[in-house]
């Protein structure tokens, strides 16, 4: 396979790993970038994870391979502003692997000419007189008004997504669990913001909006005065024995709840904070890569 591929705004340097859209240079870490060659060397035909973990991760290599699997994938889709749902150029195939969609071009290949040869058509003198437009006159305007629409859809996907983390809320009645409830926010801000999640992912987690009391909160206010599209939030609650921390993603627009989950722990030192915070990190960035 050629060093450099081509499809759509992009091209791939198979060999160094860089991608660049439309000229410019594309954030693709090294591990994503081999995932995308070894699907790019393959495109059309389904790429199963096993074949991915031995070509990329060889007998030996102690990592968690799904957990790293998974990121490499939803950090290309991020890098190609693509979607899991509508794909462009990753499809996902549930039990068998991936496959890329889109037609790539490698350097020195020319991409082949449409045949537009049109059959002959006996025309009656009165057509002849009356000529219309051709019959592929149709077809071109189509694809233009598709080429339209793709493109102003990877546009929109290409704006960054904006999310924010809500102070969150000691309520086991404890003053104690007050900087523990603001420890593990602020450490979720921290995750969130590492360039190694969604690489168009952008973090707002110190504003005045966000510490208001819970009574007082809105969460489409919160939207409007930071300029997010998600917000983060979570409780702290305890029965005596344990206490445990429920973290929840909400979208916005209609306040539906795209993530939540609960973390029981009997205490909460530093490293379960920590444990914790990326947990909600890794949780949040999986469910906002196919945004």
Known sequence: MADTVQFGPFAFDVESGT????????????????????????????????????????????VDFERGLNFAVAHIRSALSDSADRPLYIETLPKRGYRFIAPVARSGETTQPVDATEPIIEETPAASARRRAPPWTGLVVAGVVVAVVVFAWQEYRSRPIRV?????????????????????????????????RVTRLSVVGNSAALRRPRDFRDIKEIGRAVGVRYVVLAQMKTDGSKTRLIAHLIRVSDEAHLWANSYDRQAFTLDVQNEIAEAIATAVSTQLSGS
Request: aromatic share 6%.
């Open 164 to 196: 924010a983390v809500v102070s969150f809320d000691n309520e086991t009645g404890q003053n104690a669990f007050d900087r523990v409830a603001i420890a593990i926010a602020d450490q979720t801000v921290a995750r969130l913001a590492t360039p190694d």
């Open 19 to 62: 991608l660049s859209k439309f000229g410019s240079p594309v954030r693709l870490q090294p591990q994503p970038a081999r995932v995308l060659a070894a699907l790019v060397h393959r495109a059309g035909d389904v790429v199963s994870r096993e074949d991915l973990r031995r070509e990329l991760w060889p007998t030996g290599t102690y």
